[in-house]
C-alpha cells in the first residue's frame, strides 16, 4: 500500500503561501523551424520562498556567493530555460530539483543566479 502525500503538498502549499513572496515565472517558447525559430516569453505569478545559501554549501564552482534558493509551489513546473523575476532581477536557472517522494510532486527546489 503507498502512500498518500497529498496532506504533505498541501502543507508544502500552504508554507510556501505563507512565508513566500510573489514572482514571475518567465518561460521562453519556440515555434517556427529550426532555422528561424520564433522565441517567445510568457509569464506566470508564483510564489517562492528565497533563502541564501550558507557559507559552508558555497565552493566557489557549483554555488557561488549571490546564489538564490527558490523554494516554489509544484503548480508551476520550472525549467531550466526559465527565469524568475523577483523584482527587477531576473535570475537564471542553474539547477532545478523536484522534490517528488512517490509520485507526488511536493514542490521544487530551484538554484538560481542573479
Known sequence: MAYDYSSLKATADRLIARFGKTATLVTRTKSGTDYDPTITDS?????????????TNRDGSLIQQGDKMFLMKAAAAPDMESRIRLGSTDYMMVDVKEIAPGSTTLLFEVQARA
Not at 43 to 55: H, I, K, Q
Open 43 to 55: 509569464t506566470a505569478s508564483v510564489t517562492v520562498v528565497e533563502l541564501n545559501y550558507s557559507l
